[in-house]
């Protein structure tokens, strides 16, 4: 079975700080490990994703994740924060290979502050 | 073409009425997704195609009835909904197998209320 577990339900930082959003994951399996944002009243949109090649990810809008198997952690970071990234952000994991199912954290809502 | 494609974006329906939600993708995949997510919460999983057979039905009460026309197309059919059935219904597509890595491609959503 797989699951993650995000840390924080809500986040708040300035524009222009670091953001760093908290993902575990527990797998069985090597893990495929995903994080999507949401804005309001959207679809989820990918991020960026790791399986299994580099273990430094990096995604859309500036943002990138680093897997960690001993932390077994996959927390995504942004060097400056910007407005725009006002969001829910969503982190999620799947086994090895397409078509299984994708268990999502429980999100965390990141506020952007001038 | 990278889309799915999610009608209608709205939907205000009494309890006693049949709807159907729609969802369209033409990315070649052979895996379709039915997600309820509400306010706050993590998108719940409903119902899984593969190759436009139910592989998966996370014990979803039958007044929702999904339905896959072809590899293309994704339906939900709505009956006798209660008010908290309310919620944005989601669709997704992906891969299978060898030519995947798990990674769900979502529409925009359907907006469900029930009065």
């Known amino acids: 079975a797989q699951s993650v577990t995000q840390l924080g339900s809500h986040v708040s930082v300035s524009e222009g700080a670091l953001v760093l959003l908290r993902c575990n994951y527990s797998?069985?399996?090597?893990?495929?490990l995903f994080w999507y944002v949401q804005y309001p009243n959207q679809g989820l949109q990918l991020l960026l994703k790791?399986?299994?090649?580099?273990?430094l990810v990096k995604g859309i809008n500036g943002f990138e994740a680093e897997f960690k198997k001993s932390e077994t952690s996959f927390h995504l970071t942004k060097p400056s924060a910007h407005m725009s990234d006002a969001a829910e952000y969503f982190c999620a994991v799947s086994g090895a290979g397409g078509g299984n199912k994708l268990t999502f954290g429980t999100g965390t809502q990141l506020k952007v502050e001038l | 073409d990278t889309e799915v494609t999610q009608t209608p974006k709205h939907l205000v329906m009494g309890m006693t009425n049949k709807k159907s939600l729609k969802c369209e993708q033409h990315?070649?995949?052979?895996?379709m997704y039915w997600y309820k997510q509400k306010a706050k919460k993590p998108p719940e999983l409903m119902f899984v195609y593969s190759y436009e057979k139910l592989s998966i039905n996370e014990s979803v009460p039958s007044r929702f009835s999904p339905e896959c026309p072809n590899s293309s197309l994704l339906n939900l059919h709505l009956h006798a909904l209660q008010p908290e059935d309310s919620a944005l219904y989601l669709c997704a597509s992906s891969h299978i197998g060898q030519g995947g890595t798990g990674e769900l491609f979502f529409g925009e959503g359907s907006r469900l209320t029930v009065l």
């Open positions: 790791y399986t299994s090649a580099a273990t």
């Open positions: 990315m070649g995949h052979r895996a």
């Open positions: 797998s069985s399996v090597p893990p495929y």
